[in-house]
Nanobody, 122 residues
Framework: QVQLVESGGGLVQAGGSLKLSCAASIRAFSNYRMGWFRQAPGKEREFVATISSNGGRTYADSVKGRFTISRDNAKSTVYLQMNSLQPEDTAVYYC????????????????WGQGTQVTVSS
């Protein structure tokens, strides 16, 4: 049974930082592209960042320069370091895993976590 479990969300003031983690119970984790998506109330789920099996990173323009995605294959964990957080970053953050497909297309991801809430106050 594949499981992705996010943690690290919370309430932070604008300008602050949070680090999200996603622990994966997934065979051959290192073969998967891992992504972070987010969904704010009343909005569609949107791409945040992704890291490929060989470590290549892609970011949404809205988070480029502020967020950093990384992975530890030995721990089957992917991280999202979020700096300079702004109120518009408030959302539920989801991690996801895919083997093939577009890096920033949510529909191509096979497995999803339950999400962790990030709230940024102004």
């Amino acid at each position: 049974q594949v499981q992705l479990v996010e943690s690290g969300g919370g309430l932070v003031q604008a300008g602050g930082s949070l680090k999200l983690s996603c622990a994966a119970s997934i065979r051959a984790f290192s073969n998967y592209r891992m992504g972070w998506f987010r969904q704010a109330p009343g909005k569609e789920r949107e791409f945040v960042a992704t890291i490929s099996s060989n470590g290549g990173r892609t970011y949404a323009d809205s988070v480029k320069g502020r967020f950093t995605i990384s992975r530890d294959n030995a721990k089957s964990t992917v991280y999202l370091q979020m700096n300079s957080l702004q109120p518009e970053d408030t959302a539920v953050y989801y991690c996801a895993a895919e083997l093939v497909g577009s890096p920033n297309r949510a529909d191509d991801y096979l497995y999803w976590g339950q999400g962790t809430q990030v709230t940024v106050s102004s």
